[in-house]
């Protein structure tokens, strides 16, 4: 069977799949600063998540991938492999406290459950391309 990570269509799912994480992980960080005086939330930037993949599938750009780079000397240098290049931009809510906090709660647990939804949308359509790419790779007599 081909190695799946050589296929663009998986590395593209692999890029979402990660992008979700961080996401995840930015809006459990802007909850944890609910009570913090003056906290703006973050959110991922969608909109260069979408360049980003567009041009890691060849459209809309270099077809070179966006590759990984080392902002701190401590950091380890990249293994390969393409990585999507998104930010994490500043994103108030609609309301904002008398101490200058921007967080609503309630918008934030929407924002989890839609990361939620779309991950196990995500994790179901490659579970159902290696089934297909399984099926493709055997042989006609089975």
């Not at 930010?87 to 934030?108: F, I, K, Q, Y």
């Not at 579970?127 to 055997?138: H, I, M, P, T």
Request: hydrophobic share 40%.
């Amino acid at each position: 069977m081909p190695d799946p990570t050589n296929i663009t269509v998986f590395s593209l799912m692999k890029a979402r799949l990660q992008m979700l994480g961080d996401r995840q992980k930015v809006i459990a960080e802007n909850v944890a600063n609910v009570s913090t005086p003056g906290f703006v939330p973050k959110d991922v930037d969608q909109d260069s998540f979408a360049a980003a993949l567009q041009r890691m599938a060849g459209r809309g750009g270099p077809a070179a991938p966006t590759q990984m780079i080392a902002t701190q000397a401590g950091h380890m240098a990249p293994q390969g492999g393409a990585s999507a290049g998104y930010g994490v931009t500043r994103a108030p809510d609609s309301e904002t406290t008398l101490e200058g906090n921007s967080l609503v709660v309630e918008e934030h647990m929407m924002k989890i459950a839609e990361t939620r939804m779309d991950f196990e949308t995500m994790v179901g359509l490659y579970q159902k391309s290696l089934g297909l790419l399984r099926l493709a790779s055997r042989s006609p007599t089975r």
